[in-house]
């Protein structure tokens, strides 16, 4: 599929990007040159294969989510933690209130 200029300039307007003409120019070939891989795909032949909705599986492996009491490896310390916070309120860190 060939992609003239004026192809060019009316996707930059729908993008809302301002672009030159030289600019339209040189981009004209590189977007038909993409068009043409998209063309050669599309003659790949795909009958008897699944569609993919992902690269990975959608299922994590997760673990469970348990407190780890070992003072060595974690959890179980908020009061040590609590004390290298300037202000600490009802056992979590205060922080001053954003208003934009």
Not at 7 to 26: G, M
Not at 70 to 99: S, Y
Request: net charge negative; charged share 25%.
């Amino acid at each position: 599929m060939s992609v003239d200029t004026a192809t060019v300039k009316r996707i930059a307007s729908l993008a809302r990007i301002a672009i030159t003409d030289e600019d339209a120019a040189r981009m004209a070939p590189e977007l038909g040159n993409i068009l043409h891989w998209i063309e050669m795909l599309e003659e790949v032949d795909t009958t008897g294969i699944e569609p993919m909705t992902a690269v990975i599986p959608n299922t994590l492996r997760l673990r469970d989510d348990v407190v780890n009491a070992d003072p060595l490896t974690g959890g179980g310390i908020r009061e040590q933690v609590l004390a290298n916070a300037p202000v600490a309120e009802h056992g979590f860190f205060a922080v001053p209130k954003v208003i934009e």
